[in-house]
C-alpha cells in the first residue's frame, strides 16, 4: 500500500523525467488536490497510507501533466481576483495579467457618476472579467458575451458560484453584435484573442495543445478581433463611457491608432509586472473639443 510519502516520491519523479516545471510543487498540489489537503497537510502526514482509488486517481492526473496537460485543467479551477473559478478545456485559463482590467475598472466604476453602471465583457470565456466585476460592485449589471455556448456555460456556473447570476446577462454572439448601434454601454472590457497565428509555433505546448484556438489566436497578425471591435466600441458607448482591452507584446501602437481613427480617447496604457503594455485604457468623451486625442 501506498503512503503520502510513497505517492509523492513517484509523482515527483515521473513528473520530473517528462520535463514538467516546478515537478516537486506540482506532486504536492495534486497529492493535495486528490486527498483535499494544503500543501502544509501532504508534507506532514508523509506516513499516512492511500485509499486505492486516491492512488489510482493520483496516478491518472500526474500522468495526463506529464504529457503536458496545464494543472487547472487537471484540477478544474483557478483562481483570479481572490476568486476561485472553474474551468475546463472550453475556456482559456484566466492569467494574472489580466487582473490589471478588472483592477482598473473597479477603479473606472467608483469614480462615475452613474449609480448603476452597464458594462460588457466580450468574450467572456470563464467569466473571470465580468464576475470580478459584479462581485466587487454590487450596483453594476453586466452582459457577457462569447461565441461559445461551452464558455457561456462555464461562465454562467461561475456566476452561480459567486452569488452575481442575477446581475449578469450571458450572450452568445460575435463581439459587440448583440447590442444595438445606440451608446448603451458605460464599460466595455475584452480580453481577445490576441495571438498571430504566425507565432504558433513558439507557444508553450500546453497552451498551444491544450487551451481553445478561438481565445487565443487572432488572425495572421493578432490585431484581427481589434479591427473589428472597436469600430462596435464606437456606436455603442456612452458619451462619458470607458473601454479597456488587454493587448498583446508589441500591439499597443498599431491598437492605439485604431483608437484614434474611431475618435475615441486613449486615456492610458498600463503596463504589466514585466513591463509590457498590457492594458489599453479608452474613452468616450462628453464632448468632441473637451479633449484632444493622445
Known amino acids: 500500500m501506498h503512503t503520502v510519502a510513497s505517492a509523492r516520491a513517484w509523482a515527483i519523479v515521473e513528473l520530473k523525467s517528462a520535463g514538467v516545471g516546478s515537478p516537486v510543487l506540482t506532486a504536492d498540489l495534486l497529492l493535495g488536490f486528490v486527498l483535499g489537503w494544503d500543501r502544509t497537510r501532504v508534507l506532514s502526514r508523509a506516513e499516512q497510507p492511500l485509499l486505492p482509488e486516491e492512488w489510482d486517481r493520483l496516478k491518472n492526473l500526474a500522468r495526463r501533466r506529464a504529457k503536458g496537460e496545464p494543472f487547472h485543467y487537471l484540477t478544474g479551477e483557478k483562481e483570479f481576483f481572490g476568486l476561485v473559478f472553474g474551468v475546463t478545456p472550453d475556456v482559456l485559463i484566466p492569467r494574472p495579467e489580466t487582473e490589471i482590467l478588472v483592477e482598473k ?70 463581439l459587440l453584435e448583440c447590442f444595438p448601434h445606440i451608446p448603451c454601454l458605460d464599460l466595455i472590457l475584452c480580453n481577445p484573442p490576441y495571438i498571430a497565428l504566425t507565432d504558433c509555433g513558439s507557444l508553450p505546448s500546453d497552451v498551444r495543445d491544450y487551451e481553445p484556438h478561438n481565445a487565443l489566436f487572432g488572425g495572421e497578425s493578432g490585431l484581427e478581433i481589434y479591427r473589428r471591435l472597436v469600430p462596435e466600441i464606437s456606436s455603442r458607448l456612452a458619451p462619458g463611457g470607458y473601454f479597456l482591452l488587454e493587448l498583446g507584446v508589441g500591439q499597443a501602437e498599431p491598437v492605439r491608432q485604431l483608437v484614434h481613427s474611431e475618435g475615441l480617447f486613449l486615456e492610458t496604457i498600463l503596463n504589466d509586472l514585466q513591463g509590457i503594455p498590457r492594458c489599453l485604457v479608452g474613452r468616450r468623451l462628453l464632448r468632441k473639443n473637451q479633449e484632444t486625442n493622445g
Open 105 to 174: 475598472a473597479l477603479d473606472l466604476i467608483k469614480k462615475q457618476s452613474s449609480q448603476q453602471t452597464r458594462f460588457a465583457d466580450v468574450g467572456t470565456g470563464s467569466g473571470c472579467i465580468a464576475v470580478s466585476i459584479a462581485r466587487n460592485n454590487p450596483s453594476s449589471i453586466g452582459w457577457a458575451v462569447d461565441l461559445s455556448g461551452a464558455a457561456l456555460g462555464i461562465a454562467r456556473e461561475n456566476a452561480v458560484r459567486h452569488g452575481v447570476a442575477d446581475r449578469i446577462l450571458f450572450i452568445q454572439a460575435d
